[in-house]
């Protein structure tokens, strides 16, 4: 038996793209997710920060990724890990990306960028859509939740 899963959590680098019509349309875009920590010989404060690339091709995520996600947002995704491999001018390429597929996966929105009214919250920019859905409804709408500011911790 074997995983292949990954679950981030990093801010959103680029304004989504979503190419393709109907129920053929795919959203990606860029994740960043960074490592804070402080220099013990120097007590500078130091940040490395890793791109990933996410590719959705979930319809009802793309929709809301297309109306609610934008560069700067917070964003959680869980997908899988998928390399590509692609040729250019006689040189192999390879891509390593974040896939949430039509029916597995997630992608939740935590928030929006610091300077963009980042304390103000509506259910329209905040919950998660989960692309798992029961067998007999593929066509439901993503489950969307408020986030509760009164969890004590």
Do not use: C
Not at 27 to 41: G, N
Request: charged share 35%.
């Amino acid at each position: 038996m074997s995983i292949n899963r990954a679950i981030l959590l990093g801010n959103v680098g680029n304004e989504p793209d979503i190419r393709g019509q109907g129920d053929q349309r795919v959203a990606s875009f860029r994740l960043a997710t960074s490592e804070f920590w402080t220099d013990k010989q120097t007590n500078e404060k130091k940040e490395a920060t890793e791109w990933h690339s996410v590719v959705v091709f979930n319809q009802a995520l793309v929709g809301m990724i297309e109306n609610h996600v934008e560069k700067g947002h917070k964003v959680a995704v869980e997908g899988m890990i998928k390399t590509r491999k692609w040729e250019k001018d006689g040189v192999e390429r390879y891509s390593t990306e974040i896939v949430v597929g039509r029916f597995d996966g997630s992608i939740k929105l935590e928030g929006k960028p610091q300077g963009g009214g980042a304390g103000r919250r509506d259910e329209h920019s905040y919950g998660e859509a989960r692309t798992r859905q029961p067998a007999g409804d593929r066509e439901a709408a993503p489950r969307t939740e408020r986030l509760d500011d009164d969890i004590p911790f």
